[in-house]
């Protein structure tokens, strides 16, 4: 389980605690669309139509239908291609950026799905967001990628986005009979002590059953050990970001108040900009 299972289920974590929610899909694949029950053919109203032909925003987000409050912004295969095609546009690495910014609807967080290669598509998302979340596994290869990972967030930020910070580390597919994936967790509990969420997510066959049934794990098995960390992740994230402000009996209908890197949250007042995470994974 990597950056699209993490996306969506905690998008529906969130959602289901009094949060709105926006997904943007931007991997080609459209993984976090199925996952999420959205349809995305090629003749849906998707991301690409945001970032090529300058559509708003508003024109393709569609509502989830299984979870209120959460909404989703669905890529199709045309975003094979965009790559390409936004070489030669007027500010290409700031269209999505942009496409927010003119986005009216008040929204709580918005997550970017990213593709699993540093182009323009992560390019944008990474440009268009403050905070970056990175699910890493807990397996040998992962601490591999995760330093190539840091120097690309690194870049963008000297270049393109000065807010641009790393926030949120979630360890997943942990398993706790074995010592590979403790050493890893105290590898990077110790290297990245501020930013690592005390929840794991464990291996679960239940997490991955899940987008089968165009679900995420929240709805598709609520008892279950994923979805329960899954839930207690999101706790933990909108705890962080709502800080004193959060209310004790509902953490996740956070005020307006500061959240990670200086953008507020909130609830219900359009005026207040929402928390935008880039979720990308290390590569393997």
Do not use: W
Request: hydrophobic content about 40%.
């Amino acid at each position: 389980m990597g950056k699209t299972t993490t996306t969506v289920n905690i998008a529906a974590a969130l959602a289901m605690n009094g949060a709105r929610v926006l997904v943007i899909d931007l991997d080609p694949q459209g993984n976090a669309s199925t996952a999420l029950g959205i349809d995305h053919h090629a003749d849906v109203p998707s991301v690409y139509d945001v970032l090529v032909d300058g559509k708003p925003l508003a024109d393709v987000v569609q509502p989830v239908k299984d979870v209120e409050g959460l909404f989703c912004a669905p890529a199709t295969i045309d975003l094979a291609g965009a790559e390409i095609e936004l070489v030669s546009l007027v500010a290409r690495e700031s269209r999505l950026k942009r496409a927010l910014d003119s986005y009216e609807q008040p929204l709580d967080y918005v997550l970017i799905d990213c593709p699993p290669s540093l182009g323009l598509l992560t390019v944008n998302a990474l440009v268009a967001g403050a905070e970056v979340m990175i699910p890493i596994q807990c397996e040998y290869y992962a601490l591999e990628g995760l330093s190539q990972l840091l120097r690309n967030v690194e870049l963008v930020r000297g270049h393109l986005n000065p807010a641009l910070h790393i926030s949120t580390i979630l360890l997943t597919m942990y398993d706790a009979r074995t010592r590979l994936a403790a050493q890893v967790a105290e590898e990077v509990r110790t290297h990245f002590a501020d930013q690592v969420l005390r929840t794991s997510i464990p291996r679960s066959v239940r997490i991955s059953e899940a987008p089968s049934y165009g679900q995420t794990v929240m709805t598709y098995d609520p008892g279950s050990s994923g979805a329960l960390s899954y839930l207690e992740a999101a706790r933990e994230i909108a705890l962080r970001g709502a800080g004193a402000n959060a209310h004790p009996a509902n953490p996740y209908a956070t005020q307006a108040g500061p959240g990670e890197g200086g953008h507020p949250q909130q609830s219900a007042a359009p005026s207040a900009s929402p928390q935008h995470f880039g979720m990308v994974e290390e590569n393997r």
